[in-house]
């Protein structure tokens, strides 16, 4: 598809050329035409034909309006893209490498969740920190991330340092709390604040930066993909067994499958009578008819309450401290 910019110029040049066409040339340049109109020092062109130009450049124009709107739908459909739920995506992708899921740092990168100098930068010098790196440390430049993303991406940071304003609940936190650990099954995979599953990942942060829309769409969303780092395979045992579940480590002649209830497998792919990779999430897609709308939007208030009372923790003592 031809950009609506590149399109809307090339319409532009045609319409101005055609346009200029219509105005008369001098007398000295065919004087002896009997189809031309002497006016002044000037020939004007048969009305048809003029005619004839005008409504052309008028189609045009007409047909350059859609073009016009489609660009600038283009812009706001990136904008709206780049909300501050995305910047957990974001965030995971591209720093947590360094900083950590929680933002709390590693042997690599800063503390940026609880660093009281990190806290203390302005969102413009968070911006042009992502944007542009640390000269002479290991922050790199993020030039691919557009103003947008890098506006979710500090959102999410923000989250992570316990800014995060007040937001309205859509149900009941504490009911949704044991649609968690009940009825939804969801700890059986997934962890929060230490309390579940391993399988999937740990929730206590989710809902931190997302909608409760954007909360409960993750959660009924249907077919669902396996996310980077979740890949899901079913083998079949030498003994017959036939195990599914995630993928943590692979190599040409061996694969790691954890299953459900968290225990490793360790196998020789050599030995195994059957070893395919799944194109689904081991997440259910049938949230819809498991719960109904009440019941989603009360998970939906626990995991945005979880994520609010996880930052009011109070730190660990350091060693230090209890020398």
Not at 25 to 30: D, G, L, M, R, T
Not at 97 to 111: I, M, P, Q, T, Y
Not at 140 to 156: D, I, K, M, S, T
Request: proline share 5%; net charge neutral.
């Amino acid at each position: 598809m031809l950009c609506p910019h590149v399109v809307r110029v090339g319409l532009k040049n045609v319409i101005w050329r055609i346009f200029h066409s219509v105005k008369t040339k001098q007398i000295c340049a065919s004087t002896s035409s009997p189809r031309a109109i002497e006016c002044g020092r000037l020939l004007m062109p048969p009305i048809r034909k003029s005619l004839y130009q005008v409504g052309l450049c008028l189609t045009l124009w007409v047909l350059h309006i859609p073009f016009l709107q489609a660009g600038q739908n283009l812009s706001s459909d990136q904008e709206e893209k780049a909300t501050p739920a995305a910047g957990r995506s974001i965030f995971n992708s591209s720093c947590a490498g360094c900083h950590g899921l929680d933002g709390r740092g590693s042997d690599k990168a800063a503390n940026i969740s609880a660093d009281t100098k990190a806290q203390h930068l302005a969102d413009a010098q968070l911006s042009g920190i992502i944007s542009n790196g640390i000269p002479g440390t290991g922050m790199p430049a993020f030039h691919g991330l557009n103003e947008g993303q890098v506006r979710a991406l500090v959102g999410y940071v923000r989250s992570l340092q316990g800014k995060v304003e007040e937001r309205a609940l859509p149900g009941d936190a504490k009911r949704g709390k044991e649609l968690f650990f009940g009825k939804g099954d969801c700890s059986s995979c997934h962890t929060i604040s230490g309390k579940g599953g391993f399988l999937g990942p740990d929730l206590t942060d989710h809902g931190a930066a997302a909608s409760a829309n954007a909360i409960r769409d993750e959660i009924v969303r249907s077919p669902r993909a396996p996310s980077l780092g979740y890949r899901t395979a079913v083998l079949t045992t030498p003994s017959g067994d036939r195990l599914e579940g995630l993928v943590r480590n692979e190599d040409n002649f061996s694969v790691q499958l954890q299953t459900k209830d968290g225990s490793f497998h360790c196998l020789k792919k050599a030995e195994l009578r059957n070893f395919e990779h799944l194109d689904r999430s081991l997440m259910p897609a049938n949230y819809r008819e498991l719960l109904d709308d009440s019941e989603l939007n009360d998970l939906v208030s626990y995991l945005m309450a979880t994520s609010a009372t996880s930052k009011a923790v109070t730190p660990r003592k350091k060693e230090d401290d209890d020398e």
